[in-house]
């Protein structure tokens, strides 16, 4: 598993636990917050269960001083606890609201509590009516203190069953506060093992990276240390090629004027031979002597071909911005016998403009059409030459209507002294197409042949536009040329 990866299924993992952790957690503290609301509503309770008790304790002592002093100024308690008891009742019966228990009781409770404030009103009435023997004798009758104990059994009931809910309610209380704290402390413990596993992980990471990048290091000094081996290897290699290219060049000085000498000098006393002994040879002697003045122009004519094959990457001109149409007119006009003789029909579609040897791109073009014109058919030489990008090189094409080739000649009529006919049939070196296959490569390109629609061949080839190149290709694109020039 990768780093990433690794840290991608911690931190997951990690969100899940302190997700579950935090859901728990506000859960029980909202466990926790009601639990501590129904406590405080037990004592709620409690408080209105005493109040209400208190209340009827103040009326009926404000009952008792009035009836024994007569003085009205004892009746205020009464009028108090009178006034409030009903209030108490009220908010104590929204506060047990959802315990249908208490309900039940404060329903016995309230007309007690009604009934016993009509006997202290009544008694109230006797002792302002009759006077004191006849409010005392009200107290004594005893009514007042039936209902008062009957009060007092009611109200203790409810306390009990109040202090109850408010013993299980504080049970719960500490239950749910006991869950929230162990809650916070494991998610506050799994947070600290993740930090940990975290921790682990990225250091263990950071120790592998360590080691790879001291790989690394050893490797680029092994590498810089292989290039430089190679870097002055290709410099010696450079050399010995400068020095291939100087012999080269010499040969080629040699074959043009040291090898050309002797068979010009054969060829003139051969040809002054016969002119002067001609009356004296016969026939035969005139025929050897014809075959080694033509053997000696064939000679003449394949140093030549092979001279002009060595020079394409020896004695190659600068690339220049080259207009092929005006190129192709050149190429036509020295074609034009050949032309005018065989009738041929040369058609062209408009042609770019590249950056090539024009000299060489002229050959090319005159070796592909010479071809088409030589290599014809009993009908008229049809040729039709176009150009098209093709990303960032030209293709350009050359279609005649001539014998064709068969494909399984495609890698053989490239090589150089390689022919499909004789000499006799149709003359050259056939070295042409090996020039056009060298020209091609030196303009970072290629070339080739397919067999025409309806008869005849197609001859592509490519030359690379190097404005249309990124830096990085145009060098590697120089490399070629350079590699193919030698």
Aim: with cysteine; charged share 25%.
């Amino acid at each position: 598993m990768t780093f990433k990866a690794k840290i991608t299924a911690g931190l997951v993992t990690a969100f899940a636990v302190l997700l579950l952790v935090a859901v728990l957690s506000y859960a029980s503290l909202l466990r926790t917050t009601e639990d501590r609301r129904r406590v405080t509503h037990s004592h709620q309770v409690l408080e209105r269960l005493d109040d209400v008790q208190m209340n009827l304790s103040d009326a009926e002592t404000g009952q008792r001083g009035y009836i024994l002093t007569g003085d009205d100024s004892y009746l205020e308690p009464y009028r108090n606890g009178f006034g409030q008891v009903h209030q108490n009742v009220k908010a104590l019966r929204q506060l047990i609201a959802d315990n249908p228990r208490q309900r039940r009781s404060l329903d016995r409770l309230e007309p007690l509590i009604t009934e016993r404030l009509a006997v202290a009103q009544g008694r109230i009435e006797v002792r302002r009516a009759k006077g004191l023997a006849a409010g005392i004798a009200s107290v004594h009758e005893g009514s007042g203190k039936q209902l008062m104990d009957q009060i007092r059994a009611v109200i203790s009931g409810m306390k009990e069953e109040e202090n109850r809910l408010l013993v299980q309610r504080s049970n719960e209380l500490e239950a749910s506060s006991r869950r929230a704290r162990v809650l916070i402390v494991a998610g506050e413990a799994l947070g600290f093992l993740f930090l940990l596993a975290a921790g682990f992980v990225i250091q263990q990471e950071m120790n592998h990276r360590s080691r790879a990048e001291e790989e690394v290091r050893k490797f680029n000094v092994g590498l810089e240390r292989r290039v430089a081996e190679r870097t002055a290897e290709l410099a010696e290699r450079a050399k010995d090629l400068e020095r291939s290219n100087m012999e080269l060049q010499q040969f080629a000085y040699v074959a043009s004027h040291d090898l050309q000498e002797p068979l010009r000098t054969i060829a003139s006393f051969t040809q002054l031979l016969a002119k002067r002994y001609n009356d004296k040879l016969d026939d035969k002697a005139r025929d050897f002597i014809n075959f080694a003045v033509d053997g000696s122009k064939r000679m003449q004519t394949l140093i030549n071909d092979l001279l002009a094959f060595s020079r394409v990457g020896t004695q190659g001109r600068p690339h220049e911005p080259t207009r092929c149409d005006a190129l192709l007119d050149r190429v036509l006009k020295s074609l034009k016998i050949a032309i005018q003789e065989s009738g041929a029909v040369i058609t062209r579609d408009p042609l770019p403009v590249v950056v090539a040897d024009d000299v060489q791109l002229g050959q090319l073009f005159q070796n592909l059409i010479g071809n088409a014109i030589k290599f014809r058919g009993e009908d008229v030489p049809r040729v039709h030459i176009s150009a098209e990008r093709q990303g960032n090189a030209w293709k350009f094409l050359v279609r005649d209507n001539g014998i064709g080739i068969f494909p399984e000649h495609q890698d053989r009529i490239f090589v150089i002294f390689q022919r499909l006919h004789t000499k006799a049939k149709y003359p050259g070196t056939g070295i042409g197409l090996a020039i056009c296959k060298k020209i091609a490569e030196r303009h970072g390109g290629r070339v080739w042949f397919e067999p025409a629609p309806g008869g005849g061949s197609a001859f592509y080839f490519t030359i690379a536009d190097r404005n249309a190149m990124k830096p990085e290709e145009r060098e590697h694109h120089e490399l070629r040329v350079n590699a193919a020039a030698h």
